[in-house]
């Protein structure tokens, strides 16, 4: 399983930016896509998640901000990312869990750098 990530990027504060994820290869119909947010000198952190069943979930910091959206027939899950703030400044990574197999199995993509800034 291989996952392509894009946009990114600079954006002020109140603005907005979307990032993009395309999962590809052996991907069993039953999983979860989502982002986790890692900001300089922390540890990474989930952002947004989604199952292929369409139900999401936010981290408290972003709840109301961010929507978290996926296409099954593509493959593909976004991360509509508005009013940001610096405090979401951070590298983003795209995230793969298949649950095929037993306790889910996790794969991830390369950071995309998401900075917040006047």
């Known amino acids: 399983v291989q996952l392509q990530a894009s946009g990114g990027g600079l954006a002020q504060p109140g603005g907005s930016l979307r990032l993009s994820c395309a999962v590809s290869?052996?991907?069993?119909?039953?999983?979860?896509m989502g982002w986790y947010g890692q900001a300089p000198g922390k540890q990474r952190e989930l952002v947004a998640t989604i199952t292929s069943g369409g139900r999401s979930n936010y981290a408290d910091s972003v709840e109301g901000r961010l929507t978290i959206s996926r296409d099954n027939a593509k493959n593909t899950v976004d991360l509509q990312m508005n009013n940001l703030k610096p405090e979401d400044t951070a590298v983003y990574l795209c995230?793969?869990?298949?649950?095929?197999?037993?306790?889910?199995?996790?794969?991830w993509g390369k950071g995309t750098l998401v900075t917040v800034s006047s």
């Open positions: 995230y793969f869990r298949d649950l095929s197999v037993l306790g889910g199995k996790d794969y």
């Open positions: 290869g052996s991907i069993f119909s039953i999983n979860i």
